[in-house]
């Protein structure tokens, strides 16, 4: 069974940076592509970034573009979300997740299969 763990969330000020890791277990983590999303209160859960089982190719959302990078080491089963120039809009429970099997790069919520429990980011104005 696959599991998903996040870590490295917590509370920082408007500009300044964290970094997100999600540990991955229970199966040939290089074979697949990796997301990152997000949810504020009272909003959708959005895309943030993916990236190809490789790490050779990403692709994001238009409002991280520039500030936030996602990278995978696939001898530590890790995918990261480095996170720049973070904004109070940043706000929000923060997830990784994989797809059930082997695909291209999705920006779709019903695109991925497993989930993390999520790591809360906080950013101060």
């Known amino acids: 069974q696959v599991q998903l763990v996040e870590s490295g969330g917590g509370l920082v000020q408007a500009g300044d940076s964290l970094r997100l890791s999600c540990a991955a277990s229970?199966?040939?983590?290089?074979?697949?592509?990796m997301g990152w999303f997000r949810q504020a209160p009272g909003f959708e859960r959005e895309f943030v970034a993916a990236?190809?089982?490789?790490?050779?190719?990403?692709i994001y959302a238009d409002s991280v573009k520039g500030r936030f990078t996602i990278s995978r080491d696939n001898a530590k089963n890790t995918v990261y979300l480095q996170m720049n120039i973070l904004k109070p809009v940043d706000t929000a429970v923060y997830y990784c997740?994989?797809?059930?099997?082997?695909?291209?790069?999705?920006?779709?919520?019903?695109?991925?299969?497993?989930w993390g429990q999520g790591t809360q980011v906080t950013v101060s104005s």
């Open positions: 997740a994989a797809p059930r099997a082997v695909m291209t790069m999705s920006k779709r919520v019903d695109d991925y299969a497993y």
């Open positions: 229970g199966r040939t983590f290089s074979m697949y592509s």
């Open positions: 990236i190809w089982g490789s790490g050779g190719t990403s």
